[in-house]
């Protein structure tokens, strides 16, 4: 497991567990590739030594609540406009405890 304030831009295949602190509103975006809208939502994820941005897709917004304790498997963290973000991705897992 990785201290959330540990998290940089460029790290793969990160393990992380903390807390829902908030949860934004959804919006749907467009696929660059594919003629498909997905929906997205805007998290932030806590621990004891900070907090990070973290992005939900489609059903994982509902599987995921304000004040739920989660664990992410094989994330990976971006930067997107400055911010830094912990991401899901399709070979991760996101697991509400």
């Given at each position: 497991m990785v201290d959330i304030k540990d998290l940089v831009d460029g790290m793969k295949r990160v393990d992380v567990?903390?807390?829902?602190?908030?949860?934004g509103d959804p919006r749907e975006v467009k696929?660059?590739?594919?003629?498909?809208t997905?929906?997205?939502?805007?998290?932030?994820?806590?621990d004891e030594s900070g907090s990070i941005k973290l992005t939900l897709w489609?059903?994982?917004i509902e599987q995921v609540n304000v004040g739920d304790n989660i664990k992410v498997e094989n994330g990976y963290v971006t930067s997107f406009k400055g911010e830094t973000q912990l991401?899901?991705?399709?070979?991760g897992k996101l697991t509400v405890s």
């Open positions: 567990e903390g807390k829902i602190v908030e949860k696929s660059r590739f594919k003629d498909e997905y929906r997205i939502v805007d998290a932030v994820l806590a489609n059903e994982q991401n899901v991705g399709k070979f």
